[in-house]
C-alpha cells in the first residue's frame, strides 16, 4: 500500500517536514552520494577518513545545539499543563487540614525579614586519634592511625 511519507511519522521526510530535524546545514552535504570512481590512493583515503570524523563531530554538535533551542520551552509548558491538570481534579487531592493551611497562608503572607546572626567562633574540638585495628596473618593485631 502507497502512503505519503511526509504524513508517517517515523520518516526523514516527515520529521524534517515537521521541523523535529536539520533541514538546512552544509554538513548534510558530506553526506550526499557521490557515484564518482576515484582511483585509490592511501593519502586521499587518510584525509578522507580525518574529513569525515570531524564532520561527524560538526554536526553532532548543531544537533545538539539544535535540540536544546526545540526543546527550550517545554518546562513551562509542561508545568503550566501540570497545573491545568491539579486544577481540575483538585477534588481528588487530599484535603489540606486547617493547620496546615494556616500555616501555608503565613508563609505566604510573611515579609521576607533575614535574622542577622552574630558569627560564633568555633570551640575549639579536641580530635580523638581513630586506630584501626588489623588481623594479622601470623595471629597477632596491628594498630593503625586513621586520618
Not at 3 to 26: C, H, I, Q, Y
Not at 31 to 56: C, E, F, G, I
Not at 114 to 132: F, G, M, W
Request: no cysteine.
Amino acid at each position: 500500500m502507497k502512503r505519503n511519507p511526509r504524513k508517517l511519522k517515523w520518516t526523514k521526510a516527515f520529521r524534517k517536514a515537521a521541523g523535529k530535524e536539520m533541514v538546512v546545514d552544509s554538513t548534510l552535504q558530506f553526506a550526499a552520494r557521490r557515484n564518482v570512481p576515484v582511483r585509490y590512493n592511501r593519502d586521499h583515503v587518510a584525509t578522507t577518513l580525518k574529513a569525515m570524523q570531524r564532520v561527524s563531530e560538526i554536526r553532532a554538535k548543531r544537533e545538539r545545539v539544535f535540540y536544546k533551542n526545540r526543546m527550550a520551552g517545554n518546562k513551562e509548558r509542561e508545568r503550566a499543563a501540570d497545573r491545568k491538570l491539579v486544577a481540575e481534579n483538585e477534588h481528588l487531592l487530599p484535603k489540606m487540614r486547617f493547620s496546615e493551611r494556616m500555616a501555608a497562608e503565613e508563609m505566604e503572607q510573611e515579609p521576607l525579614v533575614e535574622d542577622i546572626e552574630q558569627e560564633v567562633p568555633p570551640k575549639k574540638l579536641k580530635k580523638k586519634q581513630k586506630t584501626k585495628q588489623r588481623l594479622l596473618v601470623s595471629g597477632g593485631t596491628e594498630e593503625m592511625d586513621v586520618d
